[in-house]
């Protein structure tokens, strides 16, 4: 009984020791090998395996020249995926820690579009459609002459296109009803607007799908 127990204890030791030293080189690993790592994941399509590496890395690797790319190449990543959210995540982060005045300019550029992207039902997302009107509004006045700035004006002029549309809709709601204060209220706003109706045609189909194709 003596001696079972002791092996029991024995062994208990000694995976527990494995575990701890296993646990020790998962940890103690080159910023290459969590690129390696990362890159790896990017390409099957496992984002939630490349974030959690990217966490290693940036945890053990703080200063290392591969973070600012692993970074870029994660916002991407999760673009490509529509996860717009995650994207503009790794956008911030780029612009936080390593951005230079042109490395700026792309990711400020690249979460604008991440944002755009992201809108996908103009009722529910007005928030994020102000926000990036601000957003793209910010970027022309910071990024005089930017290459970016044809594509920054296009989706701005979408937005506020958008914006018309919405406008005139709950406009008309709002007669059809009799409450016409709240249908001058929207009515007021496109007098402001920078486009009026002569600018748009109207699409067949629901108006922001259209604007995005």
């Known amino acids: 009984m003596k001696k079972t127990l002791l092996a029991t204890v024995a062994m208990s030791i000694i995976f527990i020791g494995c575990s701890k030293n296993e646990e020790v080189a998962q940890n103690n690993k080159s910023a290459l090998y969590w690129y390696k790592k990362i890159a790896t994941e990017v390409g099957n399509y496992n984002l939630d395996k490349a974030d959690s590496y990217y966490l290693s890395l940036k945890s053990e690797h703080i200063r290392t020249p591969l973070l600012p790319a692993s970074i870029i190449m994660l916002a991407q990543a999760h673009m490509q995926e529509e996860e717009y959210l995650l994207a503009n995540f790794y956008f911030d982060e780029y612009n936080k820690r390593f951005a230079t005045s042109d490395g700026r300019e792309y990711a400020d550029y ?14 529910k997302d007005q928030k994020l459609m102000l926000d990036t009107v601000n957003n793209a509004s910010k970027f022309l006045y910071r990024h005089p002459n930017s290459p970016y700035e044809p594509l920054v004006n296009t989706i701005l002029v979408r937005l506020h296109m958008s914006q018309y549309l919405l406008n005139e809709n709950i406009a008309g709601l709002y007669s059809r009803v009799g409450k016409d204060k709240a249908s001058k209220i929207y009515k007021d706003k496109n ?23």
Do not use: E, R, T
Not at 113 to 122: C, N
Not at 199 to 212: N, Q, Y
């Open 191 to 213: 007098n402001n607007s920078p486009l009026n109706m002569q600018d748009i045609s109207l699409p067949k189909k629901g108006f922001f799908s259209k604007l995005l194709d």
């Open 110 to 123: 690249m979460k604008i579009k991440s944002a755009f992207l992201g809108i996908s039902d103009v009722n």
